[in-house]
């Protein structure tokens, strides 16, 4: 797994889901064949916020524009993620946004063969945004 795509995913899971960060290294602890003990754990815990050499609490990345950012073609996404493989490049990394005729001619049904998103990523930054507030 790339480490861009450790990063989003981390980001994801623990200020989007508000899921604790222990919960995600143990799982790519256990899963990735190339996880290294300390980098595993470093890394989780600097998205966290939380580690020695932590990134600030307020930095949450967007899903969706590091795709763009780092992945603009979908090479990537259509890589690993063949649900998406024949979607056109504007909505590879939103396929939520396309139009309902862009996903019949993909193939993509939102809820069957793809499924719709489970958060909305600026609700789930505003509430991530506020809970470290509190905590500070």
């Known amino acids: 797994m790339h480490n861009r795509v450790r990063m989003i995913t981390a980001s994801f899971l623990i200020k989007?889901?508000?899921?604790d960060w222990r919960r995600?290294?143990?799982?790519?602890?256990?899963t990735l064949v190339d996880a290294d003990p300390a980098n595993n754990s470093a890394n989780w815990q600097w998205v966290a916020g939380?580690?020695?050499?932590?990134?600030?609490?307020?930095?949450i990345f967007n899903p969706v524009l590091q795709g763009e950012?780092?992945?603009?073609?979908g090479d990537y996404v259509r890589?690993?993620?063949?649900?998406?493989?024949?979607?056109?490049?504007?909505?590879?990394?939103?396929p939520f946004e396309a139009p309902e005729?862009?996903?019949?001619k993909a193939g993509i049904e939102?809820?069957?063969?793809?499924?719709?998103?489970?958060?909305?990523?600026?609700?789930?930054?505003?509430r991530a945004l506020s809970a470290y507030r509190d905590i500070r």
């Open 69 to 73: 950012k780092f992945d603009p073609d």
């Open 101 to 104: 005729h862009v996903l019949e």
């Open 79 to 94: 890589e690993h993620v063949p649900e998406l493989a024949r979607l056109d490049r504007k909505y590879v990394h939103k």
């Open 110 to 126: 939102l809820g069957k063969t793809y499924p719709k998103p489970i958060v909305d990523h600026a609700f789930a930054r505003d």
């Open 50 to 59: 939380s580690g020695a050499d932590a990134s600030p609490f307020f930095r």
């Open 24 to 30: 995600g290294e143990r799982w790519f602890r256990d």
């Open 16 to 19: 989007d889901l508000m899921i």
